[in-house]
């Protein structure tokens, strides 16, 4: 049995090192910006183009390893799930919340053929709470490849009765 | 009578169109101009919209006018809409329909080709709309109507055009929200296979195996999309907003043909 190899990408984040070691488990993370957005002043280079970017160079970079560690494979994308389901005063954050949905439900598709899996958890407030980490640890474990293309909310409830994308 | 009935303008509608040289944009101006629509197309390429804006005067007898325009460039966009409205007193009705489509598999995607997807597909679409928001709030009735794709559920070898037409909707469900105290409404619709001289490129075999994956057995024309934009696009539509509408002839809940549809 092979150690599957871990790596947490903040999308946000403009200094990721060019070069880090090749992981099979890729966890990217959008934490979306500030509230207020408006279409005409924003920087759409920084807010909706730089994350969406680092999202698919970093698929791309573990691409090998990802498709190598066969049902060991796996990119999640974690992101609000506000931005997912609609927020009137962050549109640019829904833009890439929405961009990301529809790239990880494609990533899902081309990796079936090699065994891995793709989906995305939206999380309430944190990232890092239990309720997250848990479900990152479940879609990672060695047998969940059957889970994929999925959106799954990690919310508690805030999206309940809402039309999901 | 609706509130939507009382603030029905006095001079015809005005649809501003982007892409509108392509097959589906090309369907949409002329249907709406049909309808007796005032109509702004534009493109990147004045000539080819200049072949259409001819075609429809001939055909329906409405003044069209054209502005080219480069959607990755905010200030062409920017000309082209305040040109629309300096021309026909407004705008009413925004269709981004621009659109590029690129495929390649992860592993052989060029990253410039996946940002040059969503430079004109996404942001193209977030500098066009915000161009047009005042305007469009002028209206009283004004109408955002975005063509996503069938993609947008996820496609093989299109990770950048499916990011980008995803980005889309998302974008267009915090709009809906944000605007609908302005009257304005925002939609997508994701069409499914249209034939287009785009998709007509594609070989014959792969055409025929697309066509027996559709439920309703039949490609879509752009007719079809156009009705549905026509549908939206109404003064009296004011009460459908936020949603992603498939038109694909079933396939979104049919399933899909994942692999050999692209050829890089």
């Known amino acids: 049995m092979t150690t599957s190899t871990f790596i947490t990408i903040d999308l946000t984040d403009t200094t990721q090192p060019a070069d880090v070691p090749a992981s099979s ?3 990217l993370v959008y934490r ?6 408006t279409l005409d002043t924003a920087d759409l ?13 970093a698929v791309q970079h573990h691409w090998t390893a990802i498709t190598e560690a066969r049902h060991r494979g796996r990119v999640i994308v974690l992101a609000p799930a506000t931005a997912a389901l609609g927020d009137p005063l ?10 990301l949905i529809s790239f990880v439900r494609s990533v899902a598709i081309e990796l079936q053929r090699h065994g891995g899996a793709a989906n995305a958890v939206f999380y309430d407030t944190d990232p890092n709470e239990p309720a997250v980490t848990e479900l990152i640890a479940a879609l990672t474990a060695e047998h969940a490849a059957a889970v994929t293309g999925q959106e799954i909310y990690a919310a508690n409830g805030t999206d309940l009765g809402r039309l999901h994308p | 009578m609706s509130s939507d009935d009382q603030r029905v303008a006095e001079r015809p509608r005005v649809a501003f169109i982007t892409g509108a ?5 090309r369907g949409i101006a002329e249907h709406l101009a049909g309808l007796g629509y005032s109509i702004g197309l534009s493109d990147i390429s004045e000539s080819a919209l200049q072949a259409v804006a ?25 000309a082209a809409v305040d040109a629309t409205v300096a021309r026909h007193g407004g705008i009413d009705v925004l269709v981004n329909c621009a659109g590029i489509l690129k495929d390649a598999r992860i592993e052989k995607m060029d990253p410039a080709v996946f ?3 969503l430079d004109v597909n996404l942001i ?14 002028s209206s009283g009735t004004g109408r955002i109507i975005s063509l996503t794709s069938r993609a947008w559920l996820g496609n093989f070898g299109s990770t950048n055009y499916a990011a980008s037409k995803g980005g889309i909707a998302g974008v267009s469900r915090s709009l809906s929200l944000g605007l609908a105290t302005d009257g304005i409404t925002v939609n997508c619709i994701a069409p499914g296979f249209i034939e287009t001289p785009m998709s007509n490129s594609m070989p014959d075999d792969i055409i025929e195996r697309v066509r027996q994956s559709i439920p309703v057995g039949r490609v879509g024309q752009p007719i079809d999309v156009a009705r549905t934009v026509a549908f939206l696009a109404d003064a009296n539509a004011g009460y459908l907003t936020g949603q992603s509408i498939p038109v694909c002839g079933g396939r979104s809940i049919s399933g899909s043909m994942r692999k050999d549809t692209v050829s890089s």
């Open chain 2, 124 to 137: 193209g679409m977030l500098t066009t709309t915000s161009a047009a928001l005042p305007a469009l709030r």
């Open chain 1, 25 to 27: 488990v890729v966890v």
């Open chain 2, 54 to 78: 001819e075609d429809i005067t001939e055909t329906t007898g409405v003044a069209v006018s054209v502005f080219a325009a480069d959607l990755a460039d905010r200030e062409s966009v920017q």
């Open chain 2, 21 to 25: 040289a392509g097959g589906i944009g």
């Open chain 1, 45 to 57: 280079e920084q807010a909706v183009a730089h994350p969406l970017m680092a999202a698919f160079s």
């Open chain 2, 115 to 117: 940002r040059q997807v």
């Open chain 1, 90 to 99: 962050r549109p640019l954050d829904c833009a890439v919340t929405g961009a």
């Open chain 1, 32 to 37: 979306g910006t500030e509230s207020g957005q």
